[in-house]
């Protein structure tokens, strides 16, 4: 057990919804990341937070969004979904950020946009 | 740009034998991290070693080691002894300062076979 909790593991639902993904990442880290898993596109950095603030962006639709809170849980929401956007979406948190620390992953929800 | 590289779409092994998982990378930083992760059917990532760029031994983690050739921009993790429980995809991942993320490679399958 990473101490990375993802919610919900699953979740389907229709083109042109929205859903919200939780994340609370391990006790102490400061630093929450998410990433997309896709068999196309593989492993895509989407955003990071560092202690509710946005530190660095990647490949992030403009449709979705991600925040975190005052007690450092996070969450990702995407909004008019597409087919293409069915993927295995992982929250991750480090304590810091910084070079030589590892991510600790939490196990993924896996979205399906029908 | 940073970029990693992983050639190797997939890899099979017999139980007990070593295996080797090829990852270059491209980064114009002198000071950077090196990670592998494992990816189990179940679909969690879990980290299994880390090099750091001005490390000058190799890393070992019980039967994972990492050959780091730092001139030819290569970081190939080493398994021994392989066991049925390492089936799985392997991801070689970077990091470097400033930017925070970790950039994943698209992944190495690995298969043991009894």
């Known amino acids: 057990d990473s101490g990375v909790t993802q919610t919900p593991k699953h979740l389907i639902t229709a083109t042109g919804q929205r859903v919200t993904l939780r994340c609370s990442p391990r006790s102490g880290d400061l630093s929450v990341y998410w990433y997309q898993q896709s068999l196309d596109q593989g492993l895509q950095f989407l955003i990071q937070y560092y202690n509710g603030e946005e530190r660095a962006k990647g490949n992030i639709l403009e449709r979705f969004s991600a925040q975190q809170f005052p007690d450092l849980h996070s969450e990702l929401n995407l909004s008019s979904l597409e087919l293409g956007d069915s993927a295995l979406y992982f929250c991750a948190s480090s304590v810091e950020g910084a070079t030589n620390e590892k991510l600790f992953f939490g196990s993924g929800t896996q979205l399906s946009v029908l | 740009a940073q970029k990693i590289t992983q050639t190797q779409p997939g890899m099979f092994v017999q139980e007990k034998e070593a295996v080797t998982l090829d990852c270059t990378y491209d980064?114009?930083?002198?000071?950077?991290?090196l990670f592998w992760y494992k990816q189990p059917s179940s679909g969690e990532m879990i980290f299994l070693i880390y090099q750091g760029s001005y490390d000058e031994q190799n890393a070992t983690e019980g039967r994972y080691s990492l050959n780091f050739q730092k001139a030819r921009k290569s970081a190939n993790l080493v398994i021994s002894a392989s066991q049925l429980g390492d089936s799985a995809m392997y991801f070689c991942a970077m990091r470097v300062p400033n930017t925070d993320k970790l950039i994943f490679g698209t992944g190495t399958r690995l298969q043991v076979f009894p």
């Open positions: 980064t114009s930083d002198q000071s950077y991290g």
